[in-house]
């Protein structure tokens, strides 16, 4: 069995927010994406800081959303794993 690489770590986390209809709440998020609570952080900050995702509050409950360029990185992320099999690499 193989370990993820950064994209599809960065994929799975998307893609449970997309799932959970667009937002989520931080520890389903770490469940759902199978990450310590120090990971979700540093991925958290990293997709915060470019736009993937938003953190919005829900009678005082935090949530992520996806924005645009966060289902935007899923479509690519699709067609690139497509794209490998395609030519099997």
């Not at 979700?40 to 993937?52: R, W």
């Not at 992520?64 to 030519?87: A, C, P, V, W």
Request: no cysteine; proline share 1%.
């Amino acid at each position: 069995m193989s370990r993820r690489t950064k994209l599809d770590i960065m994929n799975d986390m998307l893609l449970a927010i997309q799932h959970k209809g667009g937002k989520i709440k931080p520890t389903h998020l770490m469940y759902k994406a199978n990450l310590s609570h120090k990971l979700l952080s540093k991925y958290i900050a990293e997709f915060l800081g470019k736009g993937l995702i938003a953190e919005v509050m829900i009678k005082k409950q935090k949530y992520y959303t996806l924005t645009d360029k966060g289902i935007s990185f899923i479509n690519h992320y699709r067609k690139m794993k497509e794209f490998k099999e395609l030519f099997d690499i």
